[in-house]
Each structure stands twice: as C-alpha cells, then as structure tokens.
C-alpha cells in the first residue's frame, strides 16, 4: 500500500463521522484504491455502488477542501462510474 493511500485513508476516517450508507472506491491512479462503506475507509480494490477516479494531486485537494468534488467531475478531473446517486452523498460527507 503506498503511502499515498494510508495517508487518503487516515483524512477520510478523520472527515467522516462514522461511516457511508452505500459503499464507494476512490481509485488514485498510480498509487492504489480505497474502499469506503458503513465501517468508514480503508485500504481495498473491491466491488462498490460508485467508483471514482482521479490522481493523486486531484483526490488530495478535494480532501483538503481546495477543489470542490462537482467541479472535478465537471471539468474532467475525476471520472465517475456507477450510481450517481451515490457520488453525490460521497460529496456531502466529504464537503
């Protein structure tokens, strides 16, 4: 696991009160994926409602709440691919 990843994983649990009602993947292109679900995140690459891909730059300013999840996807830096509905909760918590 890179230490990009372990670092996601830690600000994630540290964002979310508690955990999410579905189950998302955050893919970091060249560094590895996290699951997120009701137990909140970890390190994992398994089956999820959404996936969300982005790099490691674009995932790391959303978390710090310097790049706004919507306007990411709108402007191509972060692919989304499943439930939208879902993507949108993910959004909410994390914003």
Wanted: aromatic share 4%.
């Amino acid at each position: 696991m890179s230490d990009v990843v372990t670092e996601a994983v830690a600000a994630l649990n540290a964002k979310m009160d508690g955990g999410f009602d579905g189950t998302a993947k955050f893919v970091i292109e060249d560094e590895g994926a996290i699951m997120i679900d009701d137990k909140g995140a970890h390190a994992g690459d398994e089956e999820a409602d959404v996936t969300l891909t982005a790099t490691a730059e674009t995932f790391k300013a959303i978390l710090d709440g310097e790049e706004n999840p919507t306007t990411a996807f709108m402007t191509g830096k972060l692919s989304v691919d499943g439930d939208m509905g879902q993507a949108m909760k993910l959004a909410g918590v994390l914003g």
